[in-house]
């Protein structure tokens, strides 16, 4: 299942061979260590998030992928049982109070984000990419940012590591558009080696919702003014 409208005509990354092989074969070693290195990690958060209450080790979530194809995301479980149904909904505020006490330490360092590393190995994702956004987001991109649906989406990116969620959405997305007119081995080490001290020292900001708010009613004031 893809998003309703077509990604004919979006100008994608330049088609070098690190584009078409090599970022490939690089999302699969790096998933090879990750899983060596870190996997006794994945295996205690696992046990913590199970003991906490009971519930799923494991959320999933429908995000947009590469040419706008849907898929499900993966993550440890930081939010109560059927958070999504409760507060804000699909939405996370600021110290959100559906936020489980093992969550809020694996989401302040990102050990929620993990076992994206399995949606990586099975091609859904790369390990350096725009991050994945929701369909009532993509819905509503126009046609410059849709240009970040010419990749896959990443773990991290070029926008995590220069603000994260403390630069606007417009600004994020530029930024991923950066990241798809200069892909190269050499921005994907420069990418990975900045992600360390941009999680270990980034402040626990939120994305502000607000903007796709403002998105869908200025749309929609430019279709009544249309009609």
Not at 68 to 81: D, N, P, Q, V, Y
Not at 90 to 95: D, F, T
Not at 159 to 179: C, H, K, T
């Amino acid at each position: 299942m893809a998003i309703p409208y077509s990604m004919d005509g979006v100008p994608g990354p330049k088609q070098t061979p690190y584009v078409r092989f090599g970022k490939r074969l690089l999302d699969l070693l790096i998933s090879a260590v990750v899983l060596l290195v870190f996997g006794p990690l994945m295996i205690l958060i696992a046990i913590l998030v199970k003991a906490g209450d009971g519930g799923p080790v494991l959320y999933r979530q429908e995000r947009v992928g590469l040419h706008g194809r849907l898929f499900h995301l993966t993550k440890f479980r930081s939010m109560c049982l059927n958070a999504e149904h409760k507060g804000a909904g699909i939405l996370v505020e600021r110290n959100d109070a559906r936020i489980t006490t093992v969550g809020k330490v694996i989401r302040k360092l990102s050990l929620d984000e993990l076992t994206q590393i399995f949606d990586v190995i099975r091609g859904e994702m790369s390990v350096v990419g725009p991050r994945p956004g929701l369909l009532y987001q993509a819905e509503l991109y126009d046609d410059e940012q849709r240009r970040r649906l010419t990749v896959r989406p990443g773990i991290t990116g070029w926008a995590q590591v220069n603000g994260r969620n403390a630069i606007p959405w417009p600004e994020r997305i530029e930024r991923d558009i950066e990241y798809v007119e200069s892909i190269s081995l050499f921005k994907d080490i420069q990418v990975m080696l900045m992600t360390l001290p941009s999680v270990l020292f980034g402040s626990n900001q939120i994305a502000n919702a607000d903007y796709w708010k403002n998105r869908r009613a200025e749309l929609e004031r430019e279709r009544d003014s249309a009609s």
